[in-house]
């Protein structure tokens, strides 16, 4: 089946960028997301990109996505402390269904 | 104002009992979902419905049974509740179904489950 994969931990100063990476398996992946997670709080859309595009920017997220190593990638430049958060990678897969990653922990360090 | 509220947030109970979690939305989306996010907070979806109509169905027990009285409201009922059950459960909802274009979910805040 699918599958999705993340690196658990990430730490990083303040101000510096933050780099999160997934994996995926299915090629036929049409939208992939990353997803935010606060603590005690349900999931928040960040981003997304559609598959036939390999860069997104907004603000101060961009998003890579190299298809055919199936990687996919989210730089948060000049990262604050309020970015502590669990991120999720998700594709949408052949049959519609969000597979989601098992999230990375940032942590920002004053 | 909240968009997607889910009822109660915590919920302790003993094994081999009947719970029910309840989701509304308000945003008047036409399609919802439940998620179930273990200890390591893996996040599988077990249940779609678009307009009352049940369109993801993962295979989970026949104990979970979702309900949809309107499609503003998607409700979760676990009979025979066990120890596995244990995990946070997450509602979403999105504009249109899973099929059509980026299709962003918003998401509830959660209940979490506790079976002792």
């Known amino acids: 089946g699918e599958d999705v994969e993340q690196s658990l931990f990430l730490s990083v100063r303040e101000g510096d960028s933050s780099v999160i990476n997934c994996t995926y398996t299915?090629?036929?992946?049409?939208?992939l997301y990353w997803y935010k997670q606060e603590p005690g709080a349900g999931l928040q859309l960040l981003t997304y990109?559609?598959?036939?595009?390999d860069m997104k920017q907004d603000q101060r997220l961009t998003v890579l996505l190299n298809k055919k190593d199936k990687h996919l990638s989210l730089r948060i430049a000049d990262t604050q402390t309020g970015d502590s958060a669990i991120y999720f990678c998700a594709e949408k897969d052949s049959s519609y269904k969000l597979i989601f990653g098992s999230g990375t922990r940032l942590l920002v360090r004053p | 104002d909240t968009a997607v509220s889910q009822t109660p947030k915590y919920l302790v109970t003993q094994m081999g009992n009947d719970k029910s979690i309840k989701c509304e939305q308000n945003l008047g989306h036409d399609t919802m979902y439940w998620y179930k996010q273990d200890s390591k907070k893996f996040l599988k979806i077990m249940f779609s419905y678009n307009n009352k109509e049940l369109i993801i169905n993962e295979t989970v027990p026949n104990r979970f049974s979702p309900k949809s009285p309107d499609k503003a409201h998607l409700n979760l009922h676990i009979n025979s509740l066990e120890l596995g059950d244990s995990a946070v459960y997450f509602c979403a909802s999105s504009q249109d179904s899973a099929t059509s274009g980026y299709n962003e979910q918003f998401f509830g805040p959660g209940t979490r489950l506790t079976v002792l």
């Open positions: 990109i559609f598959s036939n595009m």
């Open positions: 299915d090629s036929s992946s049409t939208y």
